[in-house]
């Protein structure tokens, strides 16, 4: 385990970069490796390679083969065609390259098995970590590392966070990240594993639960590799941090025969959900839950009881809040008599003083902060769900600074609700950005409250 | 994977051996040891053969016999069926008393090709496809893991309707998840198991190695 956890560092924090199949041809994907790593600012040695043998590439010395590079390689980026994909390989080894990752696609995706053993084969016999084939590579905000083909402007950068993102997928992996991008949270790592020839969901999964930057992980799988050994690592690494996993290919449980009802019941699908369950992992079941997950996860303390006090500046949206908090075996808490007292010198009297709580439409900053003084200090209530509707009369850029300095001092959880258009996307930005999650319909924050607390509970347990 | 049905009586065994109780059972020969077998209380007389999986399905179960010439007919019944199912065997069980609250489970295992050995416990009896009310978790579990289960199921609450049940329950999740563990099996079905009378008895067993 630690040989390969150290084995991703020279791919996440390599000072030095071969990339072969680097071109001056716009067109080709190791012309955009190359000008993206050009653009990130990214400080170590960079080596375009390409059998061509060309001066220089986007203004950098170019080399024919990696073999005539003289100096310590860690990472090589292989971008050439399959099947001499092999061959490359085998120099990388005889360069010493520290790591390898190929984007080639062309492999067992397309059935061309033999060819990607072939190249497992080879890398193994040089003792060296490959990443992929048919991937993405990685990113790492902080080192400034981005081996991804996706040219600069078709694809949103995501800051520097506490989020890592894993996807077997190169096309999920790269549209989350483009979401992640317009979200309050940051990146740690990106890893696209494509194939897994060699660094799999287990080593992945190791890499990142001691990754001291990584806060929350995120995983797309449509399978994995090594069952046992991953739930196992699952169980270790939840302990530390969340896991939010979703998974493809939900719906093939019952396509062979079963000669048992247990068998035609508990499918391969079926499965993995347990395994989720036993070993902490959270389950999202579309891109949006993952977004709304990770938000969750990255910026608020454990949710240790299920009692979740709303306050609204709208009745609707609070009464459709209370069936979501229900709806995920959330409840409202029973306000104290002294809350009930200390809410009612603070409320107009228009303010029916019980949750949740309807602070009407004309409430403004100081109503929002007269309420959170109250419950932040209730023993009953475990977390806060906000509703801020910035359509009222009443809601301003102040009310969303009460809300980020409320969010940020409070020991318990606090999410918001701000359903809304281009003002609201406005005061959402705020927000978010100062570490406060905000969910644009009380569904959507009821469910993040609920895998927050099943995490919680979970550890608790354990 | 290739699954061949264990004999009924091994299968029996080996449950017994993780203190798994099925109901009392005996393969015959004959009407005359069927009747022996039930000295004068109900039993069930059932056809097992690898060609007729289920035996329900094919006809292959006469329910609830008594009297000598309940027996004698059912018999004849069977034999006569199951004359295209050679090679068979019958089976004679003690037949659980009938009571309205009686409760139907289903208690199974399967080897998962990623995962190994998995635990399965749901509402049984002939609907679990159709409610499909059931937990899975991969072995071997602990008891917290079995009680959870439990708690999971929308029946939950009406299959181990006190502590004392729930006991019960987890005990033998427990044991069949140890089982599974221990043992190369690839499919395994307790269904129905009836839990009556603060205690249970499994009246099916089906294991696939």
Known sequence: MDN??????????????????????????????????????????????????????????????????????????????????????????????????IVSGGFAEIGAVELQ?????????????????????????????????????????????????????????????DMISGEGFGLSKFISYGNAIDLDEVDILNYLGNDKDTKVIVFYIEGVKRGRAFMESAKRVSMKKPIVVAKGGRTNAGSKAAHSHTASLAGSYEAYKAVFKQSGIIQANSLGEILNFSKIFDTQPPLYGNKIAIITNGGGTGVMATDALYDNKLELPELSDSAI?????????????????????????????????????????????????????????????TLIHYGTMMKKPLVVVSPGGSYTQAHKNMMESSGIPVYSSPEDAARALAVLHKYTEFKVNK | MENKLMDYMKAKELLSHYNVKSVDSTYINNVDEAINFSNGNPIVLKVLTQKALH?????????????????????????????QYKPYKILAQHMVDYKSDNIEIIIGGRKDLQFGPLVLIGLGGIYV???????????????????????????????????????????????VSKLMTEHNINELDLNPLILHDNTYSAVDLRVLI
Do not use: W
């Open chain 1, 4 to 101: 390969k956890y150290k084995n991703f560092n020279y791919m996440m924090n390599p000072k030095s970069v071969a990339i072969i199949g680097a071109s001056n041809n716009p067109d080709k994907v190791g012309h955009v490796i190359l000008q993206n790593y050009i653009d990130a600012g990214y400080a170590g040695k960079l080596y375009p390679v390409n059998i061509k043998d060309e001066v220089s590439i986007l203004n950098i010395k170019a080399y024919k083969s990696v073999v005539d590079i003289k100096n310590n390689i860690d990472l090589a980026v292989i971008a050439v065609p399959a099947e001499i994909v092999p061959n490359v390989v085998d120099e990388c080894g005889k360069s010493k390259v520290k790591s390898i990752i």
């Open chain 1, 117 to 177: 053993d072939n190249v497992g084969a080879i890398a193994k016999k040089y003792n060296i970590p490959v990443l992929g084939p048919n991937c993405l590579g990685v990113m790492d905000p902080r080192t400034r590392v981005d081996t991804l083909f996706l040219p600069a402007f078709k694809i949103d950068k995501p800051k520097i966070g506490g989020v890592s993102f894993a996807s077997q997928s190169g096309a999920v992996g790269s549209s989350v990240l």
């Open chain 1, 341 to 401: 007292n200390k809410l009612k010198k603070v409320m107009p009297p228009i303010v029916n003083v019980r949750l949740p709580l309807d602070m009407a439409g004309d409430a403004d900053d100081k109503r929002f902060s007269a309420a959170l003084d109250v419950m932040m200090n209730e023993d009953n209530i475990d977390a806060i769900m906000v509703i801020a509707l910035f359509q009222t009369p009443g809601a301003d850029s102040r009310v969303a600074a």
């Open chain 2, 55 to 83: 035996k329900t399905k094919s006809g292959l179960v006469e329910l609830n016999l008594i009297s000598d010439k309940e027996i004698k007919s059912a018999y004849d019944r069977l034999i006569k069926k199951s004359m």
């Open chain 2, 129 to 175: 496809e159709t409610f499909r009310d059931f937990a899975l978790r991969i072995c071997p579990i602990n008891k917290q893991e079995a009680l959870g289960m439990i708690d999971e199921l929308k029946s939950g609450s009406v299959i181990a309707k006190n502590k004392h049940e729930k006991e019960m329950i987890v005990n033998i999740l427990m044991n």
